[in-house]
Structures are given as C-alpha cells and as structure tokens.
C-alpha cells in the first residue's frame, strides 16, 4: 500500500500562482510515473500533468506554458507549481500513481479556488 497526501491548495486571484506537494508514504525512487488530475464541478476527471523517473514531463494543452510537474526523490514528494492561474482552473487536484506493485493509487484531494 502507498498514501499519498495532498496540500498546498487555496483560494487565489487570477493571475496568482500556487504550488502543490504529494507526500508518498513509499519511496518513489523505484516508481517510473506519477501525476496530477484535477476534477472541476460537473466535469470529468482529467490529466494535468505527468512526469517519469527520468524527469520527462508532460502537460494537458490547457496548462501549458503555466504549470510544472517536478519530483524530489529524496523527499517521496512530487509537486505542481502553477502560475497565471485563471478561473478554468479550480478543481480539486489529485495525485496519481498509476501503478505500484500492480495498483493505482489516489490522493485525497486539495481543493484550488481562482476568484476575484
């Protein structure tokens, strides 16, 4: 089993930036992906950002530009730094292992608010 813990949410202004952290209860040396989902009221959950062992990331179109995925190893922590946020972009963000000894694990959730 890994828990993973989300934190770093808040309500900021458009414009503003963030940074959310994920906690892993496991070491991630060894795990090849992890990620960032978030999920917008009425919406599906979807993609943010990726990013493997080796550093390779990857982003949803719509973030582009704005968010970093980064991972320190020795800390078990991924993080997502988001800047020029914009009111698309509340949701509730969650961390993503898409597989750890043959499962998929989930955060809980940290919620982020952009409002004026």
């Known amino acids: 089993q890994v828990h993973l813990v989300e934190s770093g949410g808040g309500l900021v202004q458009p414009g503003g930036s963030l940074r959310l952290s994920c906690a892993a209860s496991?070491?991630?040396?060894?795990?090849?992906?992890m990620g960032w989902y978030r999920q917008a009221p009425g919406k599906q959950r979807e993609l943010v950002a990726r990013?493997?062992?080796?550093?390779?990331?990857t982003y949803a179109d719509s973030v582009k530009g704005r968010f970093t995925i980064s991972r320190d190893n020795a800390k078990n922590t991924v993080y997502l730094q988001m800047n020029s946020l914009k009111p698309d972009d509340t949701a509730v963000y969650y961390c993503?292992?898409?597989?750890?000894?043959?499962?998929?694990?989930w955060g809980q959730g940290t919620q982020v608010t952009v409002s004026s």
């Open positions: 496991v070491s991630i040396f060894n795990i090849y992906v």
């Open positions: 990013i493997t062992s080796g550093g390779s990331a």
């Open positions: 993503n292992v898409p597989s750890f000894r043959g499962s998929n694990y």
